[in-house]
């Protein structure tokens, strides 16, 4: 049997990682972990998001690099101050969702156009 124990690491493809470093680490407030060049000429860039184990690193995208469904979704005690937040910041949210018997939850995108979500966890 294998024994795959957990996940540690979750890639975003991003176009310009200057540019997406500053979204990840100054509107949605992660962590830099690692910031090292890499032998390729580019960087490995690591990042934490609150107290989660996960970490997120921001790749280069290839050029074909399809950019649609929600991959991952972020957790958030408080769904809608998050929400007003994102807006605040100009960044591309839909509307809260509310169904019954599920947590709140809410899409936005990066600057990339990758589709992430929001889901209350309190």
């Known amino acids: 049997m294998i024994s795959i124990t957990g996940i540690r690491t979750v890639s975003i493809p991003v176009d310009d990682q200057d540019a997406a470093l500053a979204f990840y680490r100054d ?24 107290t989660s184990p996960v970490i997120v690193t921001l790749e280069p995208a290839k050029p074909d690099v399809n950019r649609g469904a929600i991959g991952i979704r972020f957790t958030a005690d408080d769904v809608e101050q998050v929400h007003a937040e994102l807006e605040g910041a100009g960044v591309a949210t839909e509307d809260i969702l509310r169904w019954p018997g599920i947590p709140p939850m809410f899409a936005f995108r990066d600057p990339d156009g990758n589709a992430f979500s929001v889901t209350e966890t309190a």
């Open 27 to 50: 509107v949605l407030g992660f962590t830099v972990n690692r910031d090292n060049p890499t032998p390729s000429g580019g960087r490995w860039i690591e990042l934490l998001a609150g």
